[in-house]
């Protein structure tokens, strides 16, 4: 028998199930296995790919400045809103996911993520 999922999952909407930052604040978040940063930006949340466009570090290292998230590896900035980038040495946009405010807190849509890889897999395909 199958496990029933929960229609908001199944159409790619999952809860992030992390406490919220407050503004000015990041936090890193794994819903459904995809690392994310979760970021307030003056009280409006933003969810990016917690993986540097640049060298594929980690983003929540770093530190966030306004709307821009700075890698800790070579200072390279990316905007949240938008995942431009915003300071070299990425050239590159960032992933940003679209988020809404569920029933049991707020959700991230995975649904544009088509390439079947956990961001383990990634990783080690990127290496």
């Known amino acids: 028998m199958s496990e029933e999922r929960p229609a908001a999952e199944e159409a790619g909407w999952v809860a992030l199930g992390v406490a919220l930052p407050a503004p000015g604040e990041w936090v890193a978040a794994r819903p459904a296995g ?6 307030n930006v003056a009280g409006t ?3 990016i790919e917690d993986v540097c466009p640049h060298l594929q570090v980690a983003l929540s290292g ?3 400045e306004g709307a821009l998230l700075e890698c800790p590896l070579h200072g390279g900035k990316v905007d949240v809103r938008s995942g431009a980038a915003a300071a ?3 050239r590159r946009p960032a992933r940003v996911y679209a988020l809404r405010q569920g029933a049991a807190g707020l959700e991230i849509d995975l649904a544009g993520d088509d390439t079947g890889e956990s961001d383990d897999d990634l990783r080690k395909r990127l290496r």
């Open 34 to 39: 995809h690392a994310v940063v979760l970021c």
């Open 45 to 47: 949340f933003h969810a």
């Open 62 to 64: 770093g530190r966030l």
């Open 88 to 90: 070299p040495p990425i």
